[in-house]
């Protein structure tokens, strides 16, 4: 069975890993997306992530327990 893909827009250049796991409620709240990350439990661009501050980009996939969320940018 295949996860959830969706799309999240930012309206900036880039946003931090942890904060786009709480915007796109991958998580419930800001210590949630520490433990997922240092758990191994999220990939960026189908690569294992611990880094809460690494910035993601309009074109990167993010995904969390089968749910795959693809950013994009609002400054078209």
Known sequence: MAGEHRT???RD???R????????DL???GSDAKE???RGLVQVNGEVETRRGRRVVPGDTVTV???????ESTSH
């Open 17 to 24: 890993l942890g904060q786009l796991l709480k915007l796109a």
């Open 36 to 38: 997922v990350l240092l």
């Open 65 to 71: 327990g089968g749910q795959t969320v693809g950013i």
């Open 13 to 15: 250049e880039s946003i």
């Open 27 to 29: 998580v419930d709240q």
């Open 8 to 10: 999240v827009s930012i």
